[in-house]
T-cell receptor, first 112, second 114 residues
Framework: AQSVTQLDSQVPVFEEAPVELRCNYS??????LFWYVQYPNQGLQLLLK??????LVKGINGFEAEFNKSQTSFHLRKPSVHISDTAEYFCARIQGAQKLVFGQGTRLTINP | NAGVTQTPKFQVLKTGQSMTLQCAQD?????MYWYRQDPGMGLRLIYYSASEGTTDKGEVPNGYNVSRLNKREFSLRLESAAPSQTSVYFC?????????????FGDGTRLSIL
């Protein structure tokens, strides 16, 4: 089965520091990948998506991700984080015709 | 824009009780989904409906039933609640499932089974 693995369950960083949240996927012919963010007590919001084309994808709130086919990775990055970025982040992929498969989530904690 | 609306937001049940979680979307989306979220496990698909009149099982369907009432509404029913069903439940929708478009999520229903 196609899968998504988020390598870190928790990532603590200091405010204004850069951050990378790691995501690896199982290889297949076609890959469509997403990053979602979940703020406390809320649903999931789409940060960015990779469907095809440029491997560097820019999303909302200053986040970007790079699709790397050789390393089967889709890591999420931000050059300078803010307290408001504290949230849980989920990497996901399309599976088959209808389904979205999620990674386990990474909780990002920003320390002042 | 309301987007995806879930009711109720919180619920506490006793083991063996039944209840229905409601979901409605106002984006004219064709496909709708029910997920559960548990710590360290991400979101897991319970059931989905590719279009009005169709439903299919996801990864963890046991103990649940669904109804696609019309294009807007997709409900999830627990016939006899068990403590293992304590979770946060999310409904989502997308224009056309399989079109690689992102799903839009509701704010969730936090369900505790005692």
């Amino acid at each position: 089965a196609q899968s998504v693995t988020q390598l870190d369950s928790q990532v603590p960083v200091f405010e204004e520091a850069p951050v990378e949240l790691r995501c690896n996927y199982s290889s297949s012919v076609s890959v469509y990948l997403f990053w979602y963010v979940q703020y406390p007590n809320q649903g999931l919001q789409l940060l960015l998506k990779y469907l095809s084309g440029s491997t560097l994808v820019k999303g909302i709130n200053g986040f970007e991700a790079e699709f790397n086919k050789s390393q089967t990775s889709f890591h999420l990055r931000k050059p300078s984080v803010h307290i408001s970025d504290t949230a849980e982040y989920f990497c996901a992929r399309i599976q088959g015709a209808q389904k979205l498969v999620f990674g386990q989530g990474t909780r990002l904690t920003i320390n002042p | 824009n309301a987007g995806v609306t879930q009711t109720p937001k919180f619920q506490v049940l006793k083991t063996g009780q039944s209840m229905t979680l409601q979901c409605a979307q106002d984006m004219n989306h064709n496909s709708m989904y029910w997920y559960r979220q548990d710590p360290g496990m991400g979101l897991r698909l319970i059931y989905y409906s590719a279009s009005e009149g169709t439903t299919d099982k996801g990864e963890v369907p046991n103990g649940y039933n669904v109804s696609r009432l019309n294009k807007r509404e997709f409900s999830l029913r627990l016939e006899s609640a068990a403590p293992s069903q304590t979770s946060v439940y999310f409904c989502a929708s997308t224009q056309i499932g399989g079109s690689n478009q992102p799903q839009h999520f509701g704010d969730g229903t936090r369900l505790s089974i005692l």
